[in-house]
DNA sequence: CAGCAACTGACAACCGTTGTCAAAACCAGG
DNA sequence: CCTGGTTTTGACAACGGTTGTCAGTTGCTG
């Protein structure tokens, strides 16, 4: 089994960082905010606690447009999506049971095993209006 | 405005390539299978036809997990989602009214404006599992 | 206080994608 | 048909986010 990972100051760091911002955050952008509050970590690191936060379930992923993975903590452990601010991040945990009651049912009409789905709501918050 | 665009060989080569592959394509694959059928077409412009579809609208685009885009010209140029295959990329078009409604209203609800939304759904089809 | 395994980070490599630009292909107008 | 200009093409280089490498550092356990 996976052995478990050692408390160092960057994970620390990382980790904490992502509980205080609200909004999804890329791993440059994170890598930038440590470095101006002077908690400075090499940027390899900070993918590395990204994406071994992301397996753990702990910060949910999600892409931009172009590609750029983006990183949150949620409040909420369980499967839900997001209602996203396009020009700050902010984002806002939103759950819609009919939505996966019918996303499993069309998956099963048409013969599909294995379902899962991603669904995300992009618009301007009201503040950056 | 925008000069109508010339309709050259390898412009037809790559509509039709979409129009007969069913599934979801990434530029590469679509530039390896032109060259396998002897209809070679630069990488690059396989990517520059591919875009020019998209933007037009003629095409879907989505992107697998790994943010690599991938194409495909559905049968309904209406707003919809895919069912698609993980294995095999094979996809079935499907809508879901109430998941439309739903977003919105959701949306408003937290004061976001000019909503837009993504949904796919992904799995393994039958012939695959 | 070892001593070893895990972690770090500067750096290079990777990979999909986009920019560049000279050569080739289209398409009027003559 | 030619021909001139405009668009398109494609090999190549550059780009940007991400991942691999590996020697040096750091937690942890015994
Ligand atoms: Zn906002
Ligand atoms: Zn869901
Ligand atoms: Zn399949
Ligand atoms: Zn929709």
Redesign the interface.
């Known amino acids: 089994m996976s052995p478990a990972p050692r408390t160092t100051r960057q994970r620390t760091a990382v980790a904490d960082l992502l509980s205080r911002v609200d909004g999804f955050r890329s791993a440059q952008e994170l890598h930038e905010l440590l470095r101006r509050e002077g908690a400075s970590v090499g940027l390899t690191t900070v993918y590395r606690h990204v994406q071994a936060l992301a397996d753990a379930g702990e910060v949910d992923v999600l892409?931009h447009e172009d590609?750029?993975?983006v990183y949150r903590r949620c409040a909420s452990p369980a499967h839900h999506h997001h209602?996203v601010?396009?020009a700050c991040g902010r984002s806002?945990e939103?759950e819609?049971p009919?939505?996966e009651r019918?996303?499993s049912q069309?998956?099963a009409e048409?013969?599909?095993?294995?379902?899962?789905?991603?669904?995300?709501?992009?618009?301007?918050?009201?503040d950056c209006?």
């Open positions: 892409r590609g750029e993975a209602l601010c396009r806002v939103i819609g009919a939505v019918w996303t069309v998956a048409h013969g599909f095993t294995d379902v899962q789905h991603t669904l995300e709501v992009f618009g301007t918050c009201a209006a």
